[in-house]
């Protein structure tokens, strides 16, 4: 049987389709459905309120937080000058050991760590003006460049002595 009904409906749906309802069975159906009540929590009054208050609360933060050259203690803390006086130490040590390896030739060797030394004094006073992590780490990252260029230039100065005690052992 829903066989034949569905297939009935099939072959006369654009003579079902030809008719509307009237306006009274529409208003008849609406009616008989509950209006839906809008929440408090809902409300779009109450989230903009929200946004508004949360936007204020943040400029508030952004504004009146603490002034970084206050808290230049905060970075220069111990474990910095700590790490800062090691690393001074090494680099102190290399600079002392490859001047009496030195031959004069050096000349790039010389260059490239007064660069860096200049870069380093440069960061200091940056740090002292507007203390930070990153020009922390920058300061780290160049005491250790300038350890591994002294590294590379005191292996480069005794493989040259090496070859030199070769040849004239020879």
């Known amino acids: 049987m ?7 409906v099939k072959n006369n749906r654009e003579a079902f389709d030809d008719k ?6 529409w208003k008849e159906i609406e009616s008989s459905i509950p209006a839906k009540q809008v929440s408090f929590w809902n409300s779009v009054v109450v989230w903009r309120a929200a946004a508004l208050a949360f936007f204020c609360l943040s400029l508030y933060m952004l504004f009146t937080r603490p002034n970084p050259s206050s808290n230049s ?3 220069q803390s111990t474990d910095f000058t ?7 130490n090494q680099i102190e040590e290399k600079v002392e050991f490859i001047s009496h390896l030195e031959t004069g030739e050096e ?12 870069m380093y004094q440069v960061l200091r006073e940056e740090m002292k003006m507007r ?3 990153k020009v922390k780490d920058a300061l780290v990252l160049n005491l250790l460049v ?6 590379q230039q005191i292996k480069k100065l005794e493989e040259r002595k090496k070859s030199d005690n070769q040849v004239s052992s020879s």
């Open 146 to 151: 300038r350890i591994d260029l002294l590294n």
């Open 2 to 8: 829903s066989d034949s009904l569905g297939e009935f």
């Open 131 to 133: 203390p930070s992590e």
């Open 73 to 75: 203690k905060a970075f």
């Open 20 to 25: 509307e309802p009237s306006q009274k069975v």
């Open 107 to 118: 000349e790039q060797f010389a260059q490239d760590f007064q660069k860096l030394d200049a």
């Open 82 to 88: 700590d790490l800062e006086s090691f690393y001074s």
